[in-house]
């Protein structure tokens, strides 16, 4: 069974960064998708950033693209989200997810791991 686990959340300052982790256990990331989706209270789940393992090309939403950073570290069977000049309104549970389609980032994510909160707030 596929495993993920996020960690790094936390509570930080408006302009701050935080960098997320997220490790998998009982796969090769490598071989899969990876996503980092976010959900604020009361608001849908949305995308923030996807890397696939084709070719490892690296989205972005368009709200965090220039502060937000994706990385995969294989050896560590681990992938990053950096994070800077973080505002209130990134406030959310954060959740990488795996994908089996290794094309593209609109596939079904079918692994998540538990999330973890990050908090903006002075």
């Known amino acids: 069974q596929v495993q993920l686990v996020e960690s790094g959340g936390g509570l930080v300052q408006p302009g701050g960064s935080l960098r997320l982790s997220c490790a998998a256990s009982?796969?090769?990331?490598?071989?899969?998708?990876i996503g980092w989706f976010r959900q604020a209270p009361g608001k849908e789940r949305e995308g923030v950033s996807c890397?696939?393992?084709?070719?490892?090309?690296?989205y972005y939403a368009d709200s965090v693209k220039g502060r937000f950073t994706f990385s995969r570290d294989n050896a560590k069977n681990t992938v990053y989200l950096q994070m800077n000049s973080l505002k209130p309104e990134d406030t959310a549970v954060y959740y990488c997810?795996?994908?089996?389609?290794?094309?593209?980032?609109?596939?079904?994510?079918?692994?998540w791991g538990q999330g973890t909160q990050v908090t903006v707030s002075s």
């Open positions: 997810a795996a994908s089996r389609n290794r094309g593209t980032c609109h596939g079904d994510f079918g692994s």
């Open positions: 009982r796969f090769t990331l490598d071989y899969y998708t």
């Open positions: 890397i696939t393992s084709s070719d490892g090309s690296t």
